[in-house]
T-cell receptor, first 111, second 111 residues
């Protein structure tokens, strides 16, 4: 079993829709969580960084972490065609240096 | 803002050859990471360096080695290349316990 599980999709939604992307994780030691966006042939680009449980909002993006259920989410409001990409969730341990990634969800926003 | 620079962007090698990938981290970042991403796969952690010393090791084959130099750039050396080594290789850098910032990767094709 992978430490971070993520539905690979693909997920296709119309422009303007609210998108919900989710991951579960098994390592209770994870303390910080990240969402990366990856366009084709590009490196992962940091979107959101969350430490411990709670919500974090940045523009159209909201990240949620529920450590009790080991569940992390990313919400995209007013989705745009430019949001079409693969979204990777990742968890990490304070003091350790490597991130453990989910498989990534391929998202397409249709105009 | 300066980003992580990787070279070359593309590399084609034959089986049993050797390849060297280079990474130039964001200035003042003290930690460098190497990840391997196969087609449709999530990035897999290979190795990391903190202040030029190896700090963590993941699923890096014995045929691979890496080091970080006095100017903080890092090189990943890959010998006896196999077809299965074909992948995207990402370098990332960070300050300790801060989010990772990725380069755009080197696409290695082994024929």
């Amino acid at each position: 079993q992978k430490e971070v599980e993520q539905d690979p999709g693909p997920l296709s939604v119309p422009e303007g829709a609210i998108v919900s992307l989710n991951c579960t994780y098994s390592n209770s030691a994870f303390q910080y969580f990240m969402w990366y966006r990856q366009y084709s042939r590009k490196g992962p680009e940091l979107l959101m960084y969350t430490y411990s449980s709670g919500n974090k909002e940045d523009g159209r993006f909201t990240a949620q972490v529920d450590k009790s259920s080991k569940y992390i989410s990313l919400f995209i409001r007013d989705s745009q065609p430019s949001d079409s990409a693969t979204y990777l969730c990742a968890g990490g341990i304070q003091g350790a240096q490597k991130l453990v990634f989910g498989q990534g969800t391929r998202l397409t926003i249709n105009p | 803002a300066a980003g992580v620079i990787q070279s070359p962007r593309h590399l084609i090698k034959e089986k049993r050859e050797t390849a060297t990938l280079k990474c130039y981290p964001i200035p003042r970042h003290d930690t460098v990471y190497w990840y391997q991403q196969g087609p449709g796969q999530d990035p897999q952690f290979l190795i990391s360096f903190y202040e030029k010393m190896q700090s963590d090791k993941g699923s890096i084959p014995d045929r691979f080695s890496a080091q970080q130099f006095s100017d903080y750039h890092s090189e990943l050396n890959m010998s006896s290349l196999e077809l299965g080594d074909s992948a995207l290789y990402f370098c990332a850098s960070s300050l300790m316990n801060s989010p990772l910032h990725f380069g755009n990767g080197t696409r290695l094709t082994v024929t």
